[in-house]
C-alpha cells in the first residue's frame, strides 16, 4: 500500500530565510507526487506536481521539488519565503491510471513565518 | 479560472440528524472525489465518481453515509445518522478525469454536537 510520511508537523522560518519541506513515499512503481497548500479554513491548492521526466520540478509561488527516487523523497524548497507562505502544505502520491487516483496524503506540515 | 464550489461552508448540527453536502465540479470534470479530513490529518478518499457511476467508495461508511450524482455533474454527500466522530472538514475535488490532476474545493467544515 501507498504512504507518505511528512517528519516536521511544525516549521517555524524568518521572512527571507530558505525552505525545505520534507516528503518520504511508499509506493512499488513509479510515484505520483503532489505538493498541495491549503490555507486556514480553506481547501487545498495546488503547488506542483511530478509525474514523469525531469526530476526538478517548478510550481506556484516560487516553489519547487525534486524527486530523488533513490532516497524516495519529493522535498518542497523555496529559495526566499514571505509572510504569506505561512499555512498548511500536504505531499501526496497518486496510482492508478495517470496516477492522480487515490491520492494518499501526508499529516501535513504547518509553516510558521516570522516577521 | 474555474473552481470547485461547496456548500454549506460551515455545518453545525447534533448528534442523530442528517446532513447533506453539496459540491459542483469544474465544468468538463468527468471525476469527482469526496475526501474526509480531520483536524490534524491529511485528506482521505470517501467516494471517487466517473460520471454518475461510483468507482471506488471503499472508505466510505456506508452504513450512515452516502453519495450520489445523479446526472454526472454536481454531488451530494449525506450523512445520517451523524456522529460526534464525523466533525471534520468534507472537501470535494474534480478532475478531467480518471487519473488527472485534482482540484479541491473551499470544502464544509461540520461540528458534531
Known amino acids: 500500500a501507498q504512504s507518505v510520511t511528512q517528519p516536521d508537523i511544525h516549521i517555524t522560518v524568518s521572512e527571507g530565510a530558505s525552505l525545505e519541506l520534507r516528503c518520504n513515499y511508499s509506493?512499488?512503481?513509479?510515484?505520483?507526487l503532489f505538493w498541495y497548500v491549503q490555507s486556514p479554513g480553506q481547501g487545498l491548492q495546488l503547488l506542483l506536481k511530478y509525474f514523469s521526466g525531469d526530476t526538478l520540478v517548478q510550481g506556484i509561488k516560487g516553489f519547487e521539488a525534486e524527486f530523488k527516487r533513490s532516497q524516495s523523497s519529493f522535498n518542497l524548497r523555496k529559495p526566499s519565503v514571505h509572510w504569506s507562505d505561512a499555512a498548511e502544505y500536504f505531499c501526496a502520491v497518486g496510482a492508478g491510471g495517470g496516477g492522480g487516483n487515490k491520492l494518499t496524503f501526508g499529516t501535513g506540515t504547518q509553516l510558521k513565518v516570522e516577521l | 479560472e474555474a473552481e470547485v464550489a461547496q456548500s454549506p461552508r460551515y455545518k453545525i448540527t447534533e448528534k442523530s440528524q442528517a446532513v447533506a453536502f453539496w459540491c459542483d465540479p469544474i465544468?468538463?470534470?468527468?471525476?469527482l472525489y469526496w475526501y474526509r479530513q480531520i483536524l490534524g490529518q491529511g485528506p482521505e478518499l470517501l467516494v471517487q465518481?466517473?460520471?454518475?457511476?461510483?468507482?471506488?467508495d471503499s472508505q466510505l461508511p456506508k452504513d450512515r453515509f452516502s453519495a450520489e450524482r445523479l446526472k454526472g455533474v454536481d454531488s451530494t454527500l449525506k450523512i445520517q445518522p451523524a456522529e460526534l466522530g464525523d466533525s471534520a472538514m468534507y472537501l470535494c475535488?474534480?478532475?478531467?478525469?480518471?487519473?488527472?490532476?485534482?482540484?479541491f474545493g473551499p470544502g464544509t467544515r461540520l461540528l458534531v454536537l
Open positions: 475535488a474534480s478532475s478531467l478525469g480518471a487519473g488527472e490532476t485534482q482540484y
Open positions: 465518481f466517473q460520471d454518475e457511476s461510483v468507482v471506488d
Open positions: 509506493y512499488g512503481a513509479t510515484p505520483y
Open positions: 465544468s468538463g470534470h468527468a471525476t
